[in-house]
């Protein structure tokens, strides 16, 4: 297995790149494909859009999802990192109810 190191200057440590891959991901969400053939409708990029539109859909959907995950990444760590947070242990172990 082979390890990644976080190399000082690379996109991946700056602080602005977790926020560009969440726009990325709001951008090619695949909900929003419709609204860019209403506002690319007439041109040829609608047209090509319009023709070939299984093909956009996946690709979109495949940027989504792959810019979601890097965006949701925690800034120092693997995604498997998660599991200590409260909010996927399933349970309700900080939501204590006083009565």
Sequence with gaps: MSSTKKVPGTVADRPWSRGLYLL?????CPCHLPIYLLILGGTSVGAALQDN???AFLGITVIFVLTLVRGLRRPGGRASQ?????????GSEGLDRQS
């Design 53 to 55: 539109l299984g093909l």
């Design 24 to 28: 990325t991901a709001a951008l090619t």
């Design 82 to 90: 998660w599991k200590d947070t409260p909010l996927s242990s399933g």
